[in-house]
């Protein structure tokens, strides 16, 4: 059985926060890109697992500079299921990357959960690629938090919102030695 859209075009999901997007997350999307014919990256407007730093906007935006580069990815807003986003876009599998064990336990749950709901939906995951295991949302964050440094890790325009937000580091973090 194929994942192909009725339009005839195989589509794919990529749902998340993006809160911000990473690296990461963009190599997971562009592997993703390789091997459908539409992928739809879904950002869930407000995640009620956590409070996000960015707003839906910028977190938009970072995506699309970012995606630019593969013509054949989208970018969109959600704030239902993410079963329901994907039926909205005739998209028949969700891709999702994998980083650590405690990623599989919490991806289990929702495959579950998702397949419940919506079992002509299949999950495909995709393993972190080694230079980007480490790399996490909220990891980036407490880094850039603290005045550290995060181009290798995140696109060029969240290093640079970044910067911009923490020019110093947040009040208590360590100073860096002046130049």
Known sequence: MTA?????RLTAICPGAYDPVTL??????RRAAAIFDRVVVGVVRDP?????????????AFLEEALRPFS????????ELVVDFARRHEA???????????????????NRLNQMLAP??????????????FISSSGVKEIASF?????ELVPEAVARRFAELFPDGRP?????PQE
Do not use: C
């Open 92 to 110: 028949k599998t969700m891709v999702k990357g994998l980083r650590v064990i405690a990623d599989f336990e919490w991806e289990f749950q929702m």
């Open 24 to 29: 990461g997350h963009v190599d997971v999307i």
């Open 48 to 60: 009620h697992h956590k409070q996000t730093t960015f707003s839906i906007e910028e977190r938009v």
């Open 172 to 176: 208590g973090a360590p100073v860096s």
């Open 4 to 8: 192909r859209a009725d339009n005839g």
């Open 120 to 133: 002509e939906i299949e999950t495909m995951y995709v393993m972190a690629s080694p230079q980007y295991s």
């Open 72 to 79: 054949n990815v989208e970018v969109d807003v959600f704030s």
């Open 147 to 151: 005045g550290g440094k995060v181009n």
